[in-house]
Nanobody
Framework: QVQLVESGGGLVQAGNSLRLSCAAS????????MAWFRQAPGKEREFVAA????????NYIDSVKGRFTISRDNAKNTVYLQMNSLKPEDTAVYYC??????????????????WGQGTQVTVSS
């Protein structure tokens, strides 16, 4: 099992940047594919980005390509989401997720069985 704790959310103006962090417990962090999802008020939780166990493969939702970067540091048991050029439509609760499926970079919510508590990101116009 793995426990996930997100941090780094906050209130920023449009065009600015934030970096989210997700710290994972356990000694087998490198055995998990990691991802970020987000949920805006009244909307379904949606996939944002995912990264393979080695960091060599990533996947992004189209709306954040070129603006967001997912990365991981297996020595620190941490995954990051660097968010640049933020827009008001990026406002949501951002969740870190982990899955033991490592054969592919999973992009569907049902593929993840470990979740953090979420961190709020608010982008003002």
């Amino acid at each position: 099992q793995v426990q996930l704790v997100e941090s780094g959310g906050g209130l920023v103006q449009a065009g600015n940047s934030l970096r989210l962090s997700c710290a994972a417990s356990g000694r087998t962090f490198r055995s998990y594919t990691m991802a970020w999802f987000r949920q805006a008020p009244g909307k379904e939780r949606e996939f944002v980005a995912a990264i393979s166990w080695s960091g060599g493969r990533t996947n992004y939702i189209d709306s954040v390509k070129g603006r967001f970067t997912i990365s991981r540091d297996n020595a620190k048991n941490t995954v990051y989401l660097q968010m640049n050029s933020l827009k008001p439509e990026d406002t949501a609760v951002y969740y870190c997720a982990a899955t033991e499926i490592i054969s592919t970079v999973v992009i569907v919510r049902s593929g993840y069985n470990y979740w953090g508590q979420g961190t709020q990101v608010t982008v003002s116009s």
